[in-house]
């Protein structure tokens, strides 16, 4: 994986390897390889039923990687996540049991469930990829890449992220309802013997890499040109959002860094080695959505997130 070339059709077989199973969601698919590729993390939102899990317990078949998963519940201790000490008898010692944290894609289903102490316990991992458990302090695999799952239409009995805590994901990926089309495609499978996860169970998508190689597929980013002008163009859409009357809380420059990472992931999955401003363009929801506060008037008002980026893009001038 030394190549442009190599990464893009990495990109492109894993994306096409993940459609056999993930019916529809094109956009949804890409974004989860993007978090991926550029050693991120990443917030799923949408309705139960619409293959949230299936999603990435497919990605870690595709990309051959370890698959944990962790049922976020109201009474979800931190060392349930990271693991703890016990004392052996036998041995005379104390022994280190480790949690689901030590895994490569960890899905935390229904992030929002356990309480702030809990949602904490993942930061440490999240952004310096190890974990402390009575006082000593053990590496996570240099891949490990967490999916935190949320419902976007029950409240009650949650306890929302902060503001911090949202800020170590890269992006949100919204996956919607599917379409007639791909619904009744749905109904037509779940009626045979190749419905999403029988299909997923009996081996039909194909490994196209191994997880010690991800590292490496993941540093040939590198050679997707940005121009200079771009590079601009993005700094100066973070920066409208601080500006912006509609909201309290501008994105920060770790959303710089993600827009920029994000959008040479974009290019690559395009099969292209340059970064072109539709790129930008199509993330910046995506990757600076969550990260902003509306002012309380215009929440009051209905006004969206995605109205919100759209106005602060068509405040920002298009590099040619």
Same mark, same amino acid.
């Given at each position: 994986?030394? @190549? ?39 917030? !799923? /939102? ?5 293959? #949230? ?43 280190? !049991?480790?949690? +689901? ?13 356990? +309480? ?18 009575? &006082? ?5 695999? @240099?891949? *490990?890449?967490? *999916? ?13 992220? +902060?503001?911090?805590?949202?800020? &170590?994901?890269?992006?949100?990926? =919204?996956?919607? !309802?599917?379409? &007639? %089309? ?6 037509? &499978? ?19 890499? @191994?997880?010690? %190689? ?21 700094? %100066? ?6 500006? @912006?009357? *509609? ?7 770790? =959303? ?11 290019? =690559?999955?395009?099969?292209?080695? *340059?970064?072109? +401003?539709? %790129?930008? #363009? ?16 215009? /929440? ?10 759209? #106005? ?9």
């Amino acid at each position: 994986m030394t @190549s442009t070339d190599s990464i893009k059709d990495l990109l492109q077989r894993a994306r096409a390897e993940v459609r056999k199973v993930i019916i529809g969601q094109e956009a949804v698919i890409d974004q989860a390889l993007i978090a991926i590729f550029t050693g991120s993390h990443a917030l !799923v /939102e949408g309705v139960p039923g619409v293959a #949230k899990t299936l999603l990435v317990r497919t990605l870690s078949r595709v990309l051959g990687c370890e698959y944990n998963r962790i049922q976020f519940t109201p009474d979800l201790m931190p060392a349930d996540i990271t693991g703890t000490t016990i004392y052996d008898m036998q041995r005379g010692e104390f022994t280190l !049991v480790r949690g +689901p944290i030590f895994t490569t894609f960890l899905l935390a289903d229904e992030i929002n469930r356990a +309480p702030a102490k809990t949602q904490s316990a993942l930061l440490q991992a999240m952004q310096e990829r190890r974990v402390t458990i009575d &006082r000593d302090t053990h590496p996570l695999n @240099s891949n *490990f890449t967490v *999916f935190a799952t949320q419902n976007p239409v029950e409240y009650e009995g949650t306890y929302p992220l +902060p503001e911090a805590q949202k800020d &170590r994901f890269m992006l949100k990926i =919204a996956m919607s !309802v599917p379409g &007639r %089309d791909e619904e009744l495609e749905l109904a037509q &499978r779940m009626l045979g013997t190749d419905s999403p996860e029988a299909a997923l169970a009996a081996g039909a998508v194909q490994q196209v890499i @191994s997880e010690a %190689d991800l590292t490496g597929a993941r540093t040939t980013l590198e050679a997707i040109t940005v121009r200079g002008e771009l590079v601009a163009y993005i700094v %100066d859409v973070v920066r409208a959002t601080r500006a @912006s009357d *509609f909201v309290l809380v501008g994105a920060g420059p770790r =959303a710089t860094q993600a827009l920029l990472l994000a959008s040479r992931a974009s290019a =690559a999955i395009a099969g292209r080695d *340059f970064v072109t +401003p539709d %790129d930008v #363009k199509s993330l910046t929801a995506p990757v600076i959505g969550h990260r902003l506060v509306l002012r309380p008037e215009y /929440e009051l008002e209905g006004v969206t997130i995605e109205e919100v980026v759209t #106005k602060v893009l068509e405040q920002v001038a298009v590099p040619r």
